[in-house]
């Protein structure tokens, strides 16, 4: 899920693993400025035994914008052997931007592991000094510090990148620096882009796990916009 701020927004997300052996990993990211406020309400439901899901979340707020993540962690009876993860941590770039984290557990199983995590914190100023000193401007030096706080969630993807020649639609574009980020039922487009780093620029193509998309699948879906 990737959250970019509202007026006021609300993002519901229910996973729920119904077969022995299951696994599912769900990730979020967002970032919220002047007066936004943005809710996640997150639910992971164990209905089956063996089952396993890791959850993270990532928010970086600015000016005096809010967020507010909740989690819930449901293990259904005879769920048994259930291993369950959640967290959410959130970076304030300003004294008035403020972050709540509501995890939760529902257990109705004896034989499980439910952990839960969560940090809220300012940028330390023991991160910007050590960079600044070795010349770095202040908004570089911020720049590398949220980028660090949110790498933890791109690795949690398998990236293939494109070859240097290959093409993703047919009007002669050149795809070059095109990453394809696989996970489960959605594969995310995305580009390097000099001046903000990595972004998004398509999302969405349901396929195979273990075969990501072909070039083919991808022209069908990917928006003229990838100039």
Known sequence: ALGFGSARGH????????GPGANARVTGAYATHGRQHID???TQEHAAPNTTSDLAFRGVLQGRSSAVWKGNIIVDPGAQKTDAF???RNLLLSKRAHADAIPGLEIQAND???THAAAIAQVDPEQLFYLRSHGLPEADAKR??????????VERFETRVFEKNEKIIEDGKDASGLHLIASG???VIGRDDPEWGQRVVALVVPHDPSAPPSL????AHVKADLA
């Open 112 to 114: 499980v592991r439910c």
């Open 185 to 187: 039922e959605v594969a």
């Open 144 to 153: 590398l510090v949220i980028e660090g706080f949110l790498s933890a969630l």
């Open 11 to 18: 993002v519901r997300m229910q996973t729920r693993l119904s």
């Open 216 to 219: 083919a699948e991808l022209r």
């Open 86 to 88: 959640q967290e959410s």
């Open 40 to 42: 996640f309400d997150t």
